[in-house]
């Protein structure tokens, strides 16, 4: 069964430091999603992304945080100069249809613990 | 604006009982409405969802949810605990495009 894969399962960087989290998405999806969930809180949406430009963004979504698609199977989440609060479980997932009509299929996320 | 609110961050309930996780949601147009599982470490499991049509819907693992309209509710229900069953579950509905999660709810289920 297709699935949505995600590296590194857990990356552990100083604060101020640039990270780059990577997601495979399912390989016939045309949207693709960032999300990201705080230890203990709710999963909260960052980013929506289709025909290669970000359809919707969050407030949370802030100059320090950038995606790309760029060699059509990859889809990246960078994190320019990270913060404390950046901490968190950030997931990607895509979907053949996007959230209007279809399902999101969610990878296993990537743990981002900044010190 | 779209918005789920689910009632109770802990839920326990015995091996065997009911399972039942309250979701409401606030929707501007017609919903779409999903349960998501989330085993410890692991990542965001579809269990189920309502688009259209039949109102009560089922999902993985023996999991359903009756879409109430006049009561704007999805809540989730299972006839028998399980061990397995011990996760955190996620109500979430559809936004414009982008699917907007409730806060959670942690089942534990006592031996």
């Known amino acids: 069964e297709p699935e949505v894969t995600q590296t590194p399962s857990h990356q552990v960087t100083q604060m101020g430091q640039e990270v780059i989290l990577r997601c495979v998405p399912i390989?016939?999806?045309?949207?693709f999603y960032w999300y990201r969930q705080i230890l203990g809180q709710k999963v909260e949406f960052l980013v929506s992304f289709y025909n290669n430009e970000i359809s919707e963004k969050s407030e949370i979504f802030d100059d320090q945080f950038s995606v790309e698609r760029p060699d059509g199977s990859n889809f990246t989440l960078k994190i320019r100069s990270t913060k404390l609060e950046d901490s968190a479980m950030y997931f990607c997932a895509s979907s053949s249809q996007g959230a209007r009509t279809g399902e999101l299929f969610f990878g296993e996320g990537s743990r981002l613990t900044v010190l | 604006a779209q918005s789920v609110t689910q009632l109770g961050s802990h839920v326990s309930v015995s091996e065997g009982a009911l399972v039942l996780l309250r979701c409401n949601y606030s929707s501007s147009v017609p919903p779409y409405l999903f349960w998501y599982v989330q085993y410890p470490n692991q990542g965001l499991q579809l269990l189920l969802k309502y688009t259209t049509g039949a109102t009560l819907v089922k999902g993985i693992n023996g999991f359903e949810a009756e879409f109430k309209k006049s009561e704007t509710s999805f809540h989730l229900t299972k006839p028998s605990a399980h061990m397995s069953d011990a996760a955190e579950y996620f109500c979430?509905?559809?936004?414009?495009?982008?699917?907007?999660f409730g806060k959670g709810t942690r089942l534990h289920i006592l031996p």
């Open positions: 390989s016939n999806h045309l949207y």
């Open positions: 979430a509905a559809r936004g414009d495009d982008k699917i907007i």
